[in-house]
C-alpha cells in the first residue's frame, strides 16, 4: 500500500504551544512533512493552508481506512481504488498551495529510490 505524507504542523513538535494561533492569518510558518513516520523535510504554509491540508489529511486517511477494511475488494480493485483517492488528494493539495510550495513538497514526497521505499 502506498504510504501517506502527513504534513504536520510545527508548532506541535518544533515550537511553544499556542504560537500557532497568534500567527497572522497571511504569516508563514515552516510545517514538517513526513512520510512513512518520519520526517522528510519542511515547508512553510500559512494558518490558512495548515488547516486545509491537516482536513484534507483527515478525510483521505479516513477513506484510505475504509478501503483498505473492506475485505471483499480483491487486490486489483484495493490498488485501483487507492491510487484513485491518491490522485484526488494530491489534486486538492495542489489547489492549496502555491506553485514554489507544492513542488518543494512534491520533491518531499517523491519515493526514495535508493532504499525503495514508495509514497
Partial sequence: MKALFIVVLATAALTVPGSAQSLP?????????MRNDSVVGMVSLNKDQRMRLAEIERRYETRY????????????VIRYR???LSERRWKEIRQVMTPMQFEQWQRLAQPDHRTGDTP
Fill in 25 to 33: 492569518e497571511r504569516g508563514t510558518e515552516t510545517t514538517v512533512v
Fill in 65 to 76: 481506512d475504509q478501503v483498505v477494511a473492506n475485505d471483499t475488494l480483491d487486490e486489483a
Fill in 82 to 84: 487507492l491510487d484513485t
